[in-house]
């Protein structure tokens, strides 16, 4: 398996974690609300991203979390998964500004600064992405499985 489909799996895997839906949840088909001023379920946006990303539709998942971080600006997962598309994109300017967002709400999520290493890596900003990973690993090493 490659990075990137890693990358891809553990994304998802982290939505999931962060908000606990239950599998019935992610397999129900909802229609989403099409009106502006109506208002969306943090499980509305989930259910939308993870179906985008399924479907390897980085544009539209760009716009839904563009959408969402504008919704929601001190939400972690709209800001993360708007990276993750950037990333998809190799928008990795973009990506590093999404992501960046995502750590001051959430610093302490392994996989985000595993991404912003990605990004930086990406732009050859090799101490960055250094920095970067050596604190996805510590995080990653303190979580209790």
């Given at each position: 398996?490659?990075?990137?489909?890693?990358?891809?799996?553990?994304?998802?895997?982290?939505?999931?974690?962060?908000?606990?839906?239950?599998?019935?949840?992610?397999?129900?088909?909802?229609?989403?609300?099409?009106?502006?001023?109506e208002t969306r379920s943090e499980a509305d946006w989930l259910r939308q991203s993870i179906l985008?990303?399924?479907?390897?539709?980085?544009?539209?998942?760009?716009?839904?979390?563009?959408?969402?971080?504008?919704?929601?600006?001190?939400?972690?997962?709209?800001?993360?998964?708007?990276?993750?598309?950037?990333?998809?994109?190799?928008?990795?300017?973009?990506?590093?500004?999404?992501?960046?967002?995502?750590?001051?709400?959430?610093?302490?999520?392994?996989?985000?600064?595993?991404?912003?290493?990605?990004?930086?890596?990406?732009?050859?900003?090799?101490?960055?992405?250094?920095?970067?990973?050596?604190?996805?690993?510590?995080?990653?090493?303190?979580?209790?499985?």
């Amino acid at each position: 398996m490659n990075f990137c489909m890693r990358l891809k799996i553990i994304s998802c895997v982290i939505f999931l974690q962060i908000f606990f839906l239950p599998v019935s949840v992610l397999g129900q088909e909802q229609q989403m609300p099409n009106e502006k001023s109506e208002t969306r379920s943090e499980a509305d946006w989930l259910r939308q991203s993870i179906l985008l990303g399924d479907q390897q539709d980085w544009m539209g998942m760009r716009n839904w979390h563009s959408e969402w971080s504008k919704a929601e600006p001190n939400n972690f997962a709209a800001w993360h998964g708007l990276g993750v598309a950037n990333i998809n994109l190799n928008d990795f300017s973009n990506a590093i500004k999404a992501l960046q967002k995502a750590s001051q709400i959430n610093p302490e999520d392994s996989s985000l600064w595993g991404n912003i290493g990605l990004s930086h890596y990406s732009l050859k900003n090799y101490v960055e992405a250094a920095s970067a990973f050596r604190k996805s690993i510590q995080l990653n090493s303190e979580q209790d499985y």
